[in-house]
């Protein structure tokens, strides 16, 4: 108690210098580069008398003038600092990596010129193993007031000691430490231990407390095996973008309002307390959060207990109960004024609320439906009970995007958790399955069991989106979320992991900027769908009882992969499942190598023999590629059918690189034999050119007799194979002429998925027109037989398909769609209030129809109705239909909207307008024009790596000449700091997908365009 009391005099003291704080921390973000956030200012606290108990008293004024003397003198010391401190060598780090470097690749070898960055830090950015945390107290009262967003804070840590030694290696990042207050205090003897200084390690956000060290040679102050506590006070930062603790600001009753909330990982939770920031370094943290009367707070745990916070009326403290043991990105705090939503949970063993701001409370409703219910699915999968009394579920209205696994305390963007079924589409209630699903299945694969390290991301990422979709569909089976799999995951992360600059699975990782990079669709969809074809050789029941035993042996604890493996491999002996190999060593080429084979099949009718072969699949091999000398072969799990009664299986080993098949059953000359049943490996497959010929009869004969999936498979490998020169584009377009008789889902997505491709490629070239003939040609049955309005009885899948078919009718110009769009979007505009004039499923394509095809005032109802919308999903569909428009005018001045403050567009608006506005034929260059004039403008606007790669990969995507190549490369050049020292990898894959391009238009367009003229519908009638 006497211990909190004085705290609470420092913090005190610490509030009258935040003022200070913000001024120099706003000058020092102007300053920054984005994505390499630098903690140069920091260096300053060495002698900063500011911060001392009892130093100056400061007024506000006085402040003000004393904040820009400090800046100038801060930044003259922190250049000095700086170089010191990269100059000299750098503190040493235990290995304790337990992963096996031989089996990664450091991220930075395919990367265009290896940052320089990557070299330097590589050895300096894990903390020593010399003492660990065991348990965090931690206390934080974020202040919620225009002109001062600061957060006042205390933690105080109980470390063991591993290994003797003289100081204390923590992490700390943009927050100024009150260096008078640190204290370490050996427990048991009570005996508060004397520190010689206190130094940031800039590059590697270290905070390093060096203890005094006697006079005898050798002799150290933290001996192994003894407690200590080390405490400090501090001051961070109430953040503007969603890292470390931030604030949201948003618009309730016509009223600006503030709430505060955390989003720890990969690295910030060192930007909100010093702690040991390291995912295997766990401990238990309780938390105690202030605020004021009017406000609630929330965290991992329940509240136990509220007091008042001396000295300050109005505001209290609320004091949370001990968590669990538990890594330090997975903390989290929330202090907001928003309404609970307690949700029925007839067991009583945990709770489950929802907290929402007060004008969205009707939106939750389904999140509390599905959350729960999700939540018991998994107890029961997995066995093992959720560890936790409660679970709350947060909506944070702005300033966050997609959501977050925190222990207890889910966030979600509003987009991803609200849901209203009059204004919100399909997709949108997709979306909150997917992400409820997908963060409460990381309560266990993430939470309870977590990767050693970051280097295996992909252990909790790939995994949980994979059994998301189990989840999903159980909790709604109608959106047959497994089965969409095929198209939204498998198929859409072959596009990527087909670059030759993809990365593997498990790459090798040391700093933040390189942590942060391997939060891409390789570690998540690649992830999953190397995980579903573990579940599938294995079977589900070895896959299910392994992942149990896999969570029971290591709760509480970290994993490697080859702990899963190891489990799984058990389990699979066990069952008496046949496995050629260990669990281990099939899966490790797949997650070591980059990129995926295509399998290719050969029939010898004469002899009734089978070869296949294995290769890297590559969409593009360039010429610069032999550096890499990775063998490129796997252990590729076959299956076979001729009938989808029967399916064979076998194996090709990662030293095969081809096989004669002995199969499990006769096969006729005149019979079609398709491999990868239902497409659950992770691989493409090619036949010989008569075994294509037999499945394109068969498809047109009757295409059910080929399982839904299969034909889905069939179009998408087929396109593919044509787009990477292995096959001839004449057998994909046949094959496409059976479409004209598909009714499912699947099989459109995934050939129109294809297909846009060389809709991208060709929409400025006289081609065309016979392009969009085709197309139209095989999709009028369906839009016929579907119609334009959506029906209450639709499934889900239905419902996507109309709009899907809809969308690409109105786009290509088809009249009856076109009038049916701008028809029902005038009854709109005339009546704006009646929401079922345009049923949410269609509001995209009918906005963005009426706008393309119309002018200043469509326009401007649509952007008036995004402004006035409450539910969030609706706003971002009516934001890209704004990009719709072909003046090019209104274009340029979105464009303009987008960088202008005044507008009011959140970050993300911005960001999606850029990117939307890029696959507008017309915005296109326009938005590569603004991108390249403004870009030092929009690093300071957006200040993040991965919103400005995806911005470059967007602006980039369709380009396909050589002089846009050579543009590209001009850039690039230009400005390689950023483009090519820290956006590395993405830039390396925009330039190599341009490069593709070009590569695909010198050798398939004619050839497409010949086949196109000898189909058209005009011509051929
Ligand atoms: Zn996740």
Redo the contacts with the bound molecule.
């Keep these: 108690m006497e211990e909190e009391k004085k705290a609470e005099r420092r913090d005190a003291a610490a509030a009258t210098v935040a003022v200070v704080f913000t001024f120099v921390r706003d000058c020092r973000r102007a300053a920054a580069t984005p994505g390499r956030r630098r903690q140069r200012l920091e260096t300053i606290d060495v002698n900063d008398e500011a911060m001392s108990d009892g130093g100056p008293r400061l007024t506000v004024t006085k402040c003000r003038a004393l904040a820009v003397i400090l800046f100038f003198v801060g930044c003259v010391m922190a250049v000095g600092l700086s170089v010191y401190f990269l100059a000299r060598p750098h503190y040493p780090t235990a290995n304790s990596c337990s992963t096996a470097p031989s089996k990664r690749q450091p991220l930075s070898q395919s990367f265009l010129g290896a940052g320089a960055l990557s070299q330097l830090v590589q050895n300096v950015t894990r903390l020593p193993r010399t003492v660990l945390p065991r348990h965090y107290d931690v206390r934080l009262l974020p202040i919620l007031e225009k002109g001062n967003f600061t957060v006042l804070g205390r933690v105080s840590i109980d470390v063991q000691c591993l290994q003797s030694t003289d100081r204390i290696v923590l992490h700390s990042s943009d927050i100024k430490v009150d260096l008078k207050s640190v204290q370490v205090i050996e427990r048991g003897a009570n005996k508060t231990l004397s520190i010689e200084r206190i130094d940031y390690e800039t590059v590697a956000e270290f905070l390093v407390i060096r203890l005094n060290v006697g006079q005898q040679q050798g002799k150290v102050n933290l001996t192994k095996g003894s407690n200590y506590t080390v405490s400090m006070n501090f001051v961070a930062n109430l953040t503007e973008t969603s890292a470390g603790f931030f604030r949201s600001v948003y618009m309730e009753d016509g009223v600006e309002r503030y709430m505060a909330v955390s989003q720890m990982e990969p690295t910030d939770a060192r930007r909100v307390f010093p702690c040991f920031d390291e995912p295997n370094m766990k401990a238990i943290f309780t938390v105690t959060l202030g605020r004021h009367r009017d406000m609630m707070a929330l965290s991992n745990m329940p509240l136990i207990n509220t007091t008042q916070i001396d000295g300050m009326d109005d505001f209290y403290w609320d004091h949370f109960a001990p968590s669990l043991l538990m890594s330090t990105y997975l903390v989290a705090f929330a202090v907001a004024n928003f309404t609970k939503i307690e949700a029925d949970v007839a067991h009583g063993k945990w709770k489950f609320n929802i907290y929402v701001r007060t004008s969205a409370i009707s939106q939750a409703q389904y999140a509390k439906v599905i959350g729960p219910k999700t939540q018991a699915f998994y107890e029961d999968y997995f066995q093992v009970p959720f560890p936790l009394p409660k679970q709350d579920l947060m909506a944070i209205p702005s300033a966050f995007v997609g959501a977050m696994?925190n222990w207890g305390l889910l966030t979600f963007g509003e987009s991803v958790l609200l849901y209203d079924e009059d204004v919100s589409s399909l997709d949108d209630r997709q979306t909150v399955v997917e992400l409820v699903t997908?963060?409460l299945a990381?309560q266990w694969f993430?939470n309870l069991v977590t990767m050693d390290w970051w280097t295996e991301l992909w252990l909790?990422?790939g995994f949980?989106?994979y059994v998301e979709c189990l989840g999903a569909d159980f909790v709604d089976p109608s959106l047959e979320r497994l089965q969409q799999f095929v198209t939204s995951g498998l198929q859409a992360v072959m596009r990527l992991d087909a670059l030759e600059s993809s990365h593997p699975i498990s790459v090798l990782v040391n700093h933040p900027d390189e942590i942060g990079e391997l939060f891409d669709d390789i570690s998540?969809k690649k992830g999953a769908a190397i995980t579903r074809m573990l579940a599938s050789f294995i079977g589900d029941k070895s896959f299910r009882d392994g992942l149990t035993n896999y969570l029971r042996i290591h709760q509480y604890g970290n994993a490697v992969q080859d702990d899963l493996w190891n489990a799984f491999d058990k389990q699979a002996k066990v069952d008496q499942v046949f496995l050629p190999t260990k669990v281990e060593t099939i899966m490790d080429a797949w997650t070591a190598k980059m990129g995926f084979p295509v399998i290719t099949v050969q029939r010898d009718y004469k002899n009734r023999n089978i070869s296949v072969t294995q290769k890297r699949f590559l969409i593009r091999k360039s010429n610069s590629s032999t550096a890499d000398t990775t063998v490129y072969l796997w252990w590729v799990p076959l299956t076979y059918t001729t009938d989808f009664q029967t399916i064979g299986s076998t194996w090709l080993a990662d030293n095969q690189t081809s096989k004669n098949l002995t199969l499990e059953f006769e096969v006729e000359d005149n019979q079609w034999i398709i491999f990868n049943v239902d497409e659950t490996g992770y691989y493409r497959v090619n036949y010989d050119a008569h075994n294509w010929k037999l499945i394109g009869q068969q498809l047109m004969t009757n295409h059910t007799a080929i399982s839904v999936i299969n034909r889905a498979q069939i179009m998408n490998d087929a396109l593919n194979l044509a787009r990477a020169g292995l096959l001839d584009y004449e057998t994909p377009l046949n094959l496409t002429e059976y479409l004209e008789r598909e009714e499912e889902f699947l099989p459109w997505e995934s050939t129109l998925t294809a297909l846009s491709y060389l809709n991208s490629m060709m929409q400025r070239t006289p081609g065309y027109g016979l392009l969009k003939n085709y197309v139209m040609k095989i999709l009028m049955p369906l839009y016929n037989s579907l119609g334009f309005v959506h029906k209450s009885t639709d499934s889900h899948l239905t419902g996507k398909l109309r709009r899907k078919v809809v969308e690409r009718c109105c786009f290509m110009g088809h009249k009856d769609c076109v009038t049916k769009a701008i028809e029902s979007y005038s009854q709109w505009m005339a009546d704006p209030g009646n929401t079922t004039i345009v049923p949410s499923v269609l509001k995209g394509v009918v906005a963005c129809t009426a706008i393309r095809h119309g002018g200043e005032l469509e326009w401007n109802f649509a952007f008036k109705r995004f402004r006035q919308s409450n539910v969030a999903s609706e706003k971002a569909t009516l934001l890209s239909s704004l990009t719709c428009t072909q003046e090019s005018w209104i274009l340029a001045r979105l464009l303009e909207m987008c960088l202008n403050p005044a507008v009011g567009f959140r970050t993300q608006d911005a960001l999606d307008v850029i990117k939307t506005l890029a696959e507008n034929p017309i915005g296109r260059f326009m938005t590569f024009n603004f991108v390249r004039d403004k870009w030092t403008e929009m690093t300071k606007i957006f200040n993040s790596i991965h919103s400005l790669a995806h911005v470059f990969e967007s602006v980039t995507k369709s380009f396909n000449t050589d002089m846009e190549l050579k543009e590209l490369s001009d850039f690039v050049g230009k400005n390689k700091e950023l483009l090519v020292n820290a956006m590395t990898r993405s830039t390396q894959q925009s330039i190599d997908r341009v490069r593709s391009n070009v590569s695909w238009m010198r050798l398939n367009y004619r050839q497409v365009v010949n086949w196109l003229q000898q189909n058209n519908p005009a011509t051929s009638q």
Aim: hydrophobic letters at 0%; a negative charge.
């Design positions: 696994e997908h963060e990381h993430g909790k990422e949980t989106s998540y």
